[in-house]
């Protein structure tokens, strides 16, 4: 699988971004999706999940009501819909894909991992 994230930007506190993650390659709707993060100097940490028919979210707690995940397995894409954007939420974010994971708040999970998308929340 190959994925590919964009859609990040420089937004200002309050406002919202949609990062997208476009795959190709292999059956994309057979793998559970998620984003993760890494801001500078901090490890990667996990922001939210999504099962495989889209039916199973999982999200960090620091993001639960903020943002949300999707995903159109048709057009082989995963969303990150993000709102209410806080300084604190500049990193650069990541999609990654894994099959049938039981972990799926782990990077260590993951098999394919996107190039990132950078996000910038100014105060």
């Known amino acids: 699988v190959q994925l590919q994230a964009f859609g990040g930007g420089l937004v200002q506190a309050g406002g919202y971004l949609r990062l997208s993650c476009a795959a190709s390659?292999?059956?994309?709707?057979?793998?559970?999706m998620g984003w993760f993060r890494q801001a500078p100097g901090k490890e990667r940490e996990f922001v939210a999940a999504i099962g495989w028919s889209g039916t199973s979210t999982i999200y960090a707690d620091s993001v639960k009501r903020r943002f949300t995940i999707s995903r159109d397995n048709a057009k082989n894409t995963v969303y990150l819909q993000m709102n209410s954007l806080k300084p604190e939420d500049t990193a650069v974010y990541y999609c990654a894909a894994v099959f049938a994971s039981t972990r799926r708040t782990e990077p260590d999970e993951y098999d394919y991992w996107g190039q990132g998308t950078e996000v910038t929340v100014s105060s």
């Open positions: 390659g292999r059956t994309f709707s057979s793998y559970d």
